[in-house]
């Protein structure tokens, strides 16, 4: 029998091996099940398999880094920094990196809805044409002073357009708050410069070029104004000059992931920042033998060295390594600025650095380069102001309230009664893109686009010796029935009519963006120059922004900084507890990371927690209340209590407990509803002199509850033999 | 006087003329642990996030992790530099004689550990032969929209470039192979080599201190070859003889 | 217990039942890798032959084969293009005049697939000579495209090895830096992760 056996039978037969292999297996990966939008439906210049690749600006804080986002079939990919962009100059942060999972969010809010009441989820879908009529019913049947904005610290461009409206109904100009802005102490920071050098802005600290960094709790390496920025600076600092490595030394309660890298780490006791920075001073007034300033001239270095908890002979080290230093920087930041006294640390430690001369220097203090459109920094609103804000609510006199881009609900403390103050409030607009806590607590949702599908600018606070405006454009058509703020806005002053449609006279928000944009093309120094504003805005979303090529960092000048007196008093603290509160901002997951499952599962860096909230306990403390790994135990402050897991953390001080705000939401999608604890809840509105919230100002008891809650951590694994979960 | 380490190419069987060695060198002075190298491999190569139950039993799947360790006690207590850890493309590797199947395999091209996804059958011999822990296991099916309804508008920023895996096969950092072989194909288009810094991975990319390096090993002109030639240099658990691609900087003074 | 079991099938009937039962899991297999090869329905019944007889090129409609990893399938946009001037007429032709009019995409079922563990790039093998009919067949014969032989990797390896192979057709004057290029080009091109990863 001679059958021929051809290629393709042989092949078929060929094939069983590897059938059962794909038995075996599981019939090969899952990708297969993706759904995703017909490849049929492309543009022709799209050649399939292709990547497009669009300039943007990240939207997941306010620092205003650049983004090249890789784009395929009208799907955005894979974000990526921006190289060109001055603030990030390529880079990003794990928050930049997972913007995508914000974009394509399973909870977005998908269309305009009306809710049945507040707080219920139950809600009715609208169309944009009556969400649209709603908000100019608000704009128009409310009186001027019966209307208040809330506002958030990206995107800007939105913040002039409400800015030019208010101004245009003869309104109050929007508020503007961002949890970040409140523990980054923006206003004390600002309210310094002012008190040093008699002129206004943000503070610049060019660690890049110091040789000697001492930073008083600031953790400019986690989410402090511009990460990405100053970790280009530290990069630089240590490894910029081959001949030498840049020293750092860290003064905080407990190491934080900025902490974990100083060559030294000065655990102060919470409070007595101030007069360690001054008794410092003193000791580096004396080893540079200049006569002793007014400014330290009441500081005591025995009696700070034993407030603080720190030797006498390391405040002296310290001191004669500051002295020393050809270049060395003091920064002020994080916890040591949230204290009743926050605004006096601050001073201290701008005086620190006029001591050494260093002010308006390489290696030294600036002040931030303004950005383009604006005439100077305008710092978000502090703690007062908003007390001041929620106490106008409570008052029943603000009739209708739109809030975009902040979620007031979850980030404030408690204990100021926004949510009281709100149900005053007869009507609350939302354009908020996702289901947070004040979304759910308000009538409509309007949801604005995501960052990655908007148009926009954003002027650039601070991070580069340059001014800088980074530019947004959509790299995806809108994924959801979302409308961009601006465009409802701009549809509604036309729909009021009168004098508001003939100010906010534009098609759109691009247009809008343009208006503004044509003030750059005459401006100097810009990297790219173009004759009229079409050209001009083409290469603005091409490089992503303008920017000047030039050094526009303020040297101030050290003024009467060294003549200021200083009382050498600590801060005060409120409650009876035991230990001192230290919360933070989770370095990774930061304010509005909860809802994105990466930033969830990427590790903290240091107690390497994944998922959940954690309070920080010195293992003596641990033993002597009785507490282990995982315990839960319940926190009192005076103006609240939560319940979280225990981690035993070896690197923080026995009388401090601390904890990450970041989780904890009643809201805001699957991901993060429901999950860990939030330290707001613990905090009063007791303010510093700025008027920033002192929120490492309380002091809590701490009890064990009984409860063991098991943390997922990368460090340990429990096994599959252990228990995991709630016990 | 730089410390001789065993460098892969000196014993490597590999090929001639082929378009390179890859290697990568981590300055741990200048790694932060801020874990933007950890988001951005897990945004380019599909890596699935499996959720707080499973991530407490040790089955988060990132493909690069930053260890950190305590030295001493309170008051006097350090954390040692952040130490960024993903496979190490060793030159002899463990992972590779005890697979049944050759899903893990070594490219004789290119001197990489290569994870064979329609070869492996999940007997994860190969992650419990890694001196480095560096693999990691899909216990469910992680990707599946069927069975994780969340991931049906999360899928939409999978990179089509690289394989989604499913339940029951192992996984590792493959230095980002389809971008290597991107900037092939882009080179060869051209007709010239792969310039050195044309391939950059995903961690690298994002390393807010560019605290990591990538590019050819085998090139003694580029980056990597010289910030990988200096004292501070180490490999990880050198004594095994597994002559890793990754080079580690000390930090510290 | 084992040994009663292997008793039991080691006799006559039990020898053919494991046959029998051997024989089903085969033919199932068989079964279903040829169910597999089927060309799929489409949406309309392209009639390539046609097109590519009126001198039309491949990469007028697949352009995508010449730059990156896919070549593309048209949208109704580029039909239309030409199709705009053609009479509507047939039973294939007012299909893609709804198409069209309702602005609807076609839903065209890709045939030459590979599986999504295979990343397969179309422009190193047009550069490296290929022509599209080596691997898609003479499509002026077809009229919807079926698939002229089993894609899978067998397939390709051997391709891989021929063009690599030492030989009087790779090499005609046996030269040994030639031999030494062709060597180091199949060792890449049969390495796993050419393809898998």
Known sequence: MDKKISRRDFLKVAGVGAATTAVLTGCGPASRYVTRQPYTKMPEYTYNGLSTYYATTCRECSAGCGLIVRTMQGRALKAEGNQNNPVNLGKTCARGQTTLEGLYNPDRVTDPIQRDSRGSTIAKKMDWNSAIQVVADALSKNKPDEIAFLMGLAPDHLFDLVTDLTKAIGAAAPIRFGALGMFEARATLVQAASDMFGQEGLPFFDIGNADLVFSFGANFLETWLSPVAQTRGYSQLRRGNPNRRGYFVQFEPRISQTGAKADEWIPVKPGTEALVVLAIGRLVAEANNITLPTAFSNADVNAAAAAADVSVDTLKHLASLFASARRPLAIPGGAALGESNGLQTADAVLALNALVGNIGKDGGVFLSPVAPLTDAYHRPAN????????????????????????????????????????????????????????????????????????????????????????????????????????????????????????????????????????????????????????????????????????????????????????????????????????????????????????????????????????????????????????????????????????????????????????????????????????????????????????????????????????????????????????? | MPKELKSPTSSANTAQDVQGIWGMVVDQDLCTGCQACVAACSMENNVPFVGEVDAGYGRSMQWIRIERFWQGSYPNIKATPYQPVMCQNCHNAPCEPVCPVYASVHSLSEDLNLQVYNRCVGTRYCANNCPYEARVFNWRDYMDPRQRPELVTLANHFNPDVTVRRRGVMEKCTFCIQRIRHAEDTAASENRDIRDGEVVPACAQACPASAITFGRIDDPTTKVSQAADTSRGSHLLEELGTIPHVTYLAGGA | MIKKLFNVLNQPLGRIGIFIIALVVLSGAVWGIAQAQKPPQQPIQFPHNLHVRLGIQCLYCHPGALRGPSPGIPTETKCWGCHQQIAIQGTELPKLAAYVKNNQPIDWVPVAQVPDFVHFVHRPHIAAGLNCEDCHGNVSNMTVYQNPQVMNMGWCLNCHRAKTANNPQNNPTNDPAVAAKLEALRVKLTDCSTCHY
């Open chain 1, 383 to 727: 703690l007062k102001e908003m007390s001041d804000f929620v106490d106008l609510l409570k008052s029943g006199k603000i009739k209708v309230l739109f809030v975009h881009g902040v979620n007031p609900v979850f980030e404030l403390p408690k204990s100021l009664g926004l949510e009281d103050a709100m149900s005053k409030v007869l009507q609350i607009i939302s354009f908020s893109s996702f289901p947070d806590e004040t979304a759910l607590q308000s009538d409509y949702v309007f949801p604005d686009h995501h960052g990655l599908e908007s148009w926009g600018y954003q002027k650039v606070a601070t991070g580069t010796s340059s001014s800088v405006l980074s530019g947004a454009q959509p790299v995806i058509v809108p994924f959801f029935n979302t409308k961009a703020t601006a465009d409802v806005l701009l549809a509604a002053a036309q729909k009021i009519g009168g004098t508001l449609a003939s100010t906010l006279k534009f098609t759109d928000e691009l247009a809008y963006i343009q208006s503004k944009l044509s003030t750059l093309i005459s401006e100097p120094d810009g990297f790219f120059s173009a004759p009229e504003i079409n050209t001009f805005t083409a290469s603005f979303q091409q490089y992503g922004g303008w920017w000047k090529t030039t050094d526009n960092r303020v040297a101030p000048s050290a003024g009467d900084a060294l003549n200021k007196t200083f009382n050498t008093s600590a801060a005060q603290f409120n409650g009876d507890g035991d230990y001192f509160f230290l919360p933070f901002v989770a370095p990774v997951m930061a304010e509005a990371g909860a809802n994105k499952p990466h930033l969830q599962e990427t590790a903290d860096p240091t107690t390497t927690v994944m998922w959940n909230t954690w309070v920080e306990i010195n293992p003596d403390t641990a033993k002597q209340l009785g507490i282990q790994d995982d315990d839960v135990v319940s926190i009192t402050s005076s103006a609240g209590t939560v319940e979280a897991s225990v981690y035993v953390y070896p690197a923080i001080r026995p009388d401090t407990i601390a904890m990450p705000f970041g989780q904890g939401h009643a809201a805001y999608g699957q991901f993060a509803q429901g999950r860990g604890a939030n330290p707001a809840d613990l905090l009063s509105n007791s303010t510093n002199e700025a008027g920033d919230l002192a929120f490492a100002s309380m002091k809590v008891s701490v009890k064990k509850t009984g409860k063991k809650r098991q943390l997922s951590r990368l460090e340990g694994v429990l096994g599959v033999y252990g228990k995991f979960g709630q016990q």
